[in-house]
């Protein structure tokens, strides 16, 4: 297959994802409602300083966008038969992975720049670093996309059970990764555990994107981010290719 075929295929997969998953419930509910909703209770009725919460916000937002799209989309074209339908084509595996990660890259990247608009304009929150900010967040959207498309790795044609493994993985990251607890507030355990989640490096790139503040150096957050998105990327190209050899 030419490189000019698979980029094709990549990109033919990703709009047919953006136009028919992008108004189903659980990618509105689990993408744009649950992060708001969750700040919001946090926030009201506590004496806090919002431009200091706002980058874990908005790191959270990301987070859930990205990898609300993935999940849902592989068993629910197992459920309607058309997963079948679509290997019929000329596509591999390997590009309909990364159209599934792209639609979910685009739909994170969408919903983090309205919500870091809306913070410019009404709260008054400044970037320090316009570059930085801007990689990173292409590079959380890869990730958290990559982790949205292996979270609907397992051979089940239910949407319910896979959404439910993705709540189940991707909830506790957000209370060990410095969202509504400052890493430099943790103790030693509860740093360890945060170090061993994507979404930790993130978080410390926007505290020091918008605050001017990180726990980490710059090169080691973006590092990390790479690292967990090879191997979310490595890891979902494999199991997707061995539940498909066990059978659809």
């Not at 913070?119 to 900010?133: K, R, Y």
């Not at 959207?141 to 709540?167: D, I, Q, R, T």
């Not at 890493?183 to 061993?196: A, H, I």
């Amino acid at each position: 297959m030419s490189f000019s075929v698979f980029l094709r295929g990549v990109v033919v997969t990703a709009e047919k994802n953006i136009r028919i998953y992008y108004k189903k419930a659980p990618v509105i509910i689990f993408g744009i409602l649950f992060p708001l909703f969750m700040f919001i209770s946090f926030y009201i009725g506590r004496d806090i300083d919002i431009s200091r919460f706002f980058p874990g916000f908005l790191a959270m937002t990301l987070f859930f966008t990205a990898s609300s799209v993935g999940p849902l989309i592989t068993p629910w074209e197992k459920q309607a038969g058309t997963y079948e339908r679509l290997l019929s084509y000329p596509v591999t595996v390997s590009t309909i992975i990364l159209g599934d990660v792209a639609a979910g890259m685009v739909f994170g990247a969408f919903i983090t720049t309205l919500v870091l608009t809306a913070g410019l304009i009404f709260l008054a929150i400044s970037v320090f670093n316009i570059f930085i900010m801007v990689i990173s967040v292409i590079l959380g959207c890869l990730c958290f996309a990559s982790l949205g498309v292996l979270l609907a790795s397992p051979s089940s044609k239910a949407p319910s059970n896979v959404m439910m493994l993705s709540s189940l993985v991707r909830f506790p990251l957000i209370f060990i990764s410095g969202i509504f607890v400052p890493l430099q507030e943790l103790g030693w355990t509860g740093l360890f555990l945060s170090y061993l989640s994507p979404l930790t490096y993130l978080v410390d790139i926007f505290n020091a994107c918008l605050n001017g503040t990180a726990m980490l150096p710059l090169a080691v957050d973006i590092l990390g981010l790479a690292f967990f998105t090879c191997i979310f990327l490595v890891a979902a190209n494999l199991l997707h290719k061995r539940n498909l050899i066990k059978g659809l």
